[in-house]
């Protein structure tokens, strides 16, 4: 994981297309294909077939469109038109093609939207891996996604998917405006959100510039620091946010912090702390609580909320009075031992699984801290409330 919220720069990059209406792939929920996810990843890829050759693509609930690297430019033929995209460098103006035949196991990936070719090299260096695009909704929004995280599965189903399989509470899910799933959600005191389902986020979420100083004002919102988000345009500096509770439907998540961004999101962590369903042709999402579930606010014993960096695990926030902050520890420290294990980078929901595991003994860890390496010990206590 390369920083705290670095999807927002690749999900926003489909949001001015016009897009059209759509149909249901088929009934019954019949798995079309599968495949196995890491939830220790930072992103989920797909390989799709294309012209006889596979190619990696990141799957991207939060963008509208599929993108593809310029390497692939010639492959897709002539331009068919021009658009404007709004990115994290500003609106700037991008060719559409003309969208390709994909294929997924037994099934084709079709759509009538156009896609979107351009230089992906600084997003591939963030994820440390090659990709040959981002897979959007264009072509996934036929499907259901069904998200198997205890199995570490993700599938393709037709819909509608059957009763055997709507476990979990129903919420509605809407595609509009820009054909990205929006869920509805009550932070704080109960004010209604609306973000994004966003597949392509690496962190918990962010939260849109103007509804974030509305609810700072109201003091929903409390400011818990900074951290450096980079993204495939360039490297800014964002506030952190940290909301005492967050309820999607039945399901209440506390203690969580969300960077500021233009857009609102929920990303992978969240995500991975459910099983889930997104059935997209019939507006409907399956949410299954896991156990235990994986936070990345506030909600452990140690009361320290962390985001990932180019330069490894970063503190963004410790609760105040909580076990962390009285242990010595910052924002801004560097995380590089946890239990005496020295640690790289790892994602943050295995980060979040280690800081739960042993929630009733001392956690030792180890910081870098203006260069100076230090050793903590922590004494768990209750999960922030």
Known sequence: MKDMARAAAWSALAAAAALLAFGCAGSGGRTVAEFAIDTCSDAIYIPVKWRGDEHL????????????????????????GRSYVSTHSGVEAVELYRAPDLS???GGLNADDPVICQDLLALQTALDRRISGILGMSFARDYALQLDVDAGRLRFLTSPVPDTLAEGAPLRIELEPHRTPEMSVD???????????????????SIDYRRCEVLLERGVLQDVGTVRIQSPHHSRVSNLVALDTLRVGPFLHRG?????????????????????????????????????PIDTGFDNPQGMAVYGSPDGLVVSAVSR??????????????LVAIGGERIGAPPLACLYDALRAAPNDTLEIGLLRDGETLTVEILPGKPHR
């Open 256 to 292: 969580v912090v969300l960077s500021r961004s233009e857009s609102s999101v929920l990303g992978l962590p969240f995500i991975y702390g459910y099983n889930l369903i997104l059935d997209f042709p019939d507006y409907t999402a399956y949410m299954e609580r896991r156990s235990p």
């Open 57 to 80: 693509l990141l799957l991207d609930t939060g963008a509208s469109l599929c993108i593809f690297d310029a390497s692939l430019r010639h492959q897709l033929g002539e331009p068919i």
């Open 321 to 334: 009075g909580g076990p962390s902050e009285s242990a010595g520890v910052r924002p801004g420290d560097r």
């Open 104 to 106: 997924i196991g037994e």
């Open 187 to 205: 932070i704080g005191d109960t004010s209604e959100w609306r973000p994004v389902i966003d597949t392509g986020c690496s962190t918990f979420g």
